[in-house]
């Protein structure tokens, strides 16, 4: 089961940490990825992590503001948001799979069979 948290309001230009947490598994050997979703669209691929924490990769919309990471020892993740912008607004989702996570490979939602419930980022002044 992974449950995220860390979800709010918050102004544009603020930031936030979301993180999303693992019990009854152990993450290390899974990519993780973070997803969003708003109303009436297609669900993003924002960033992943690769099993062993040494490649990450995000989405062109999101490079420079957002950093992904792990904890093995919390077996957990977390994705940091600094500069938030309006759109950025959705419902996070964490996701864990052992799909590769490649700077070349899309990160597609098909790809991942492990989620989390969500976690709602508001940026709005």
């Known amino acids: 089961q992974l449950v995220e948290s860390g979800g709010a309001l918050v102004q544009p230009g603020g930031s936030l940490r979301l993180s999303c947490a693992a019990s009854?598994?152990?993450?290390?050997?899974?990519?993780i990825a973070w997803f969003r979703q708003v109303p009436g669209k297609e669900r993003e691929g924002v960033s992943c992590?690769?099993?062993?924490?040494?490649?990450?990769h995000y989405v062109d919309s999101v490079k420079g503001r957002f950093t992904i990471s792990r904890d093995k020892a919390k077996n957990t993740a977390s994705l940091q948001m600094n500069s938030l912008k309006p759109e950025d607004t959705a419902v996070y989702y964490c996701?864990?799979?052992?799909?590769?996570?490649?700077?070349?490979?899309?990160?597609?939602?098909?790809?991942?069979?492990?989620w989390g419930q969500g976690t709602q980022v508001t940026v709005s002044s």
């Open positions: 996701a864990a799979d052992y799909t590769p996570c490649l700077e070349a490979r899309p990160i597609a939602s098909e790809d991942y069979y492990n």
């Open positions: 009854g598994f152990d993450l290390d050997a899974y990519a």
């Open positions: 992590i690769n099993s062993g924490g040494g490649i990450t």
